[in-house]
């Protein structure tokens, strides 16, 4: 393994909120960058996620760890007008400033791209909004499951017939953002390298919500024939469907052209090629209910371990329906380094999960908590060339609190 991570040296700014900003910062952590977390002296709200419904309740604080972990801490606020100049030290020493404060409240805040770049012509300011910069919904708040989620239009098709729009899981749009604004945040690096020059990037929720439906998105703009809402009992594809063994585990099951022989003789129902019923493609879309049935009763008959060995033994494309209580006990995440330890969090949180990149032969840095409110007030000060005398009148004014004051 290289002794050096791949951002080592890389100065990173985060003064984003919730969850997408930050856990592209957590990405840039992994690899080795120097993250400094920026939060409002008295916390971010997601500190205390873990005591919001419908998120799991938790005594420990694991959303705030997820997302916030190998980062320094330090509690602005930038709402008085001594925070200017700590801003302003903060972004000369940056290399990347992530910011998704909503554009009204940013340009009240002085935190606009035009603000800022001419302290650091070198910046990369990574912007990431709800509904993009433009638009009549531009300045509209959003979050993954307003954003990403119902106005992409990945709600209305991830539900059965007949069934209303449901509550996506928390952070699904935000986590899959996040990926996003990492490789912007990348390529404007690698553009840096090229030409010396910073950055403005930007990507929205709703447009990674868009690329995440973009089959059925672009299928819509070639005005293609629509299926109705999957309806399991009434599939399009019987072979492209959800079953259920004898033990009650539920499994997505994909079996393209040509592997249908070769499964059908494998469960057993070899009868099935030459059924009439099923025997030119007319027929079976137009028994496709009856197929279904027999397929539900035939995987009815026997447990998931006894499908798991005839699937394999025919290679064919098939998944068990796990509940999380069920993922964290997977084998396979820790093999691939998806749960790894995480260290000083305290309480039950020992593990978290790593972000999902791997660079063959490039160890990530161990994962360490999230910082404690305000924890590296004055250490960062101290870094940005602050004296002894303009931390405490800093701390006088508000704009930078005292750490013991908010150990939480």
């Known amino acids: 393994m290289a002794n050096d991570s791949i951002f080592s040296g890389l100065k ?24 400094i977390k920026v939060e409002p002296p008295s916390g971010e709200l997601w500190r205390h ?41 903060l972004v000369k020493w940056a290399d990347v400033l992530i910011v998704n404060t909503p554009h009204p409240a940013r340009k009240k805040l002085k935190l606009e791209y035009e603000d800022v770049a001419a302290w650091n012509p070198r910046l990369i300011y990574a912007d990431i909004s709800g509904f993009g910069d433009k638009g009549p919904d531009a300045n509209l708040p959003g979050f993954d499951i307003t954003s990403y989620w119902a106005r992409s239009g990945l709600l ?6 007949g069934a209303p729009p449901t509550w996506p899981v928390a952070g699904s749009g935000d986590n899959a953002t996040a990926v996003g604004l990492y490789s912007a945040i990348v390529t404007a690096l690698y553009r840096r390298e090229r030409t010396g020059e910073g950055a403005h990037v930007t990507t929205s929720l709703l447009a990674e ?52 022989e070769a499964v059908a003789k494998a469960i057993g129902r070899p009868d099935l090629l030459t059924d009439p019923r099923f025997s030119d493609p007319a027929k079976l879309m ?23 060995e005839v699937f394999n033994g025919v290679h064919v494309t098939f998944g068990a329906v796990r509940g999380p209580q ?3 006990n997977d084998p396979q995440l820790r093999a691939n380094d998806i749960i790894v330890p995480l260290e000083g969090a305290g309480g039950k949180l020992t593990s978290t999960i790593s972000s999902p990149l791997q ?11 999230a910082p404690k409110i305000g924890e590296h007030n004055d250490e960062v000060l101290r870094q940005l060339g602050f004296s002894a005398a303009e931390i405490d009148g800093l701390h006088a004014s508000g704009a930078v609190p005292k750490a013991k004051e908010h150990a939480a």
């Open 156 to 161: 209305s098709m991830t539900r059965d017939a």
């Open 49 to 89: 996620a873990n005591h919001l419904p419908p998120q799991p309740v938790a005594d420990d604080a694991y959303p705030w760890h997820l997302a916030n972990r190998n980062k320094r801490g330090m509690a602005l606020d930038l709402k008085s007008p001594s925070a200017h100049q700590v801003l302003e030290k």
């Open 359 to 369: 660079v063959h032969g490039v160890a990530k840095v161990s994962a360490k908590r």
């Open 209 to 260: 919500g868009v690329w995440s439906a973009s089959v059925s998105i672009q299928a819509a703009l070639c005005d293609a024939k629509f299926f109705g809402l999957h309806d399991r009992m009434h599939p399009a594809n019987a072979a492209m469907n959800v079953y259920r063994a004898k033990d009650d585990t539920w499994f997505v099951l994909i079996i393209t052209p040509d592997k249908m």
């Open 12 to 35: 990173v700014v985060d003064l984003a909120s919730f969850i997408a900003g930050p856990s592209a910062a957590v990405i840039l952590s992994d690899f080795g960058a120097d993250v």
């Open 286 to 308: 137009a028994n496709m209910a009856e197929l279904t049935a027999i397929l539900d009763q035939t995987f009815c008959s026997e447990p998931m371990s006894h499908w798991y």
């Open 326 to 328: 069920e993922v964290i």
